[in-house]
T-cell receptor, first 111, second 114 residues
Framework: NAGVTQTPKFQVLKTGQSMTLQCAQD?????MSWYRQDPGMGLRLIHY???????DQGEVPNGYNVSRSTTEDFPLRLLSAAPSQTSVYFC??????????FGSGTRLTVV | AQSVTQLGSHVSVSEGALVLLRCNYS??????LFWYVQYPNQGLQLLLK??????LVKGINGFEAEFKKSETSFHLTKPSAHMSDAAEYFC????????????FGTGTRLQVTL
């Protein structure tokens, strides 16, 4: 019963480096999304996907890319990391009415 | 556009006292509403959800919330606080149905004192 799996759990990057945050779900959900959580700001939507091959921007997409080649996987790419991208990142998938499942998060620090 | 307002970024109650966390929403269509809890250094756990059935929704750990359309509110309550309830609580709203974006409030940190 894996649900939504995020890797890595922790990451430290230098400014300008790139990396990919991985997200995988085993529930055959069509809808997946990425959020970032910052103190006092709640969770803000970065990108989302309504199915394989279909992605769209959320509230704070700048500096991030996504793709959805399979139903299971929805990776988030940081193209050139900046200190402003220091945050906790959550991946979520949705199946059924109101059925959102969140991963355990990736804590990213950009120095 | 949808939005959620959580009044009070910090709420402190005594153990055994009533817990009331406030959430007001703005939505152009009858929404789905959610409360999530986040314990330190953990992910989000669903407490309860309103998806247009009964307006009084019961969730896990003794929490409940009432959807009041006239007040555009979805406040979270628990009759008697326990030390283990100390956490951050998020209210969220989405359009009804599947494949809908969640919009979160800024969160309320609940402190429970002896």
């Amino acid at each position: 019963n894996a649900g939504v799996t995020q890797t890595p759990k922790f990451q430290v990057l230098k400014t300008g480096q790139s990396m990919t945050l991985q997200c995988a779900q085993d529930m055959n959900h069509e809808y997946m999304s990425w959020y970032r959580q910052d103190p006092g700001m709640g969770l803000r939507l970065i990108h989302y996907s309504v199915g394989a091959g279909i992605t769209d921007q959320g509230e704070v997409p700048n500096g991030y890319n996504v793709s959805r080649s399979t139903t299971e996987d929805f990776p988030l790419r940081l193209l050139s990391a900046a200190p402003s991208q220091t945050s906790v990142y959550f991946c979520a998938s949705q199946g059924g009415v109101g059925g959102y499942t969140f991963g355990s998060g990736t804590r990213l620090t950009v120095v | 556009a949808q939005s959620v307002t959580q009044l009070g970024s910090h709420v402190s109650v005594s153990e055994g006292a009533l817990v009331l966390l406030r959430c007001n929403y703005s939505s152009s269509v009858p929404p789905y509403l959610f409360w999530y809890v986040q314990y330190p250094n953990q992910g989000l756990q669903l407490l309860l959800k309103y998806t247009s059935a009964a307006t009084l929704v019961k969730g896990i750990n003794g929490f409940e919330a009432e959807f009041k359309k006239s007040e555009t509110s979805f406040h979270l309550t628990k009759p008697s606080a326990h030390m283990s309830d100390a956490a951050e609580y998020f209210c969220a709203v989405s359009d009804p149905g599947t494949a809908s974006k969640l919009t979160f409030g800024t969160g309320t940190r609940l402190q429970v004192t002896l």
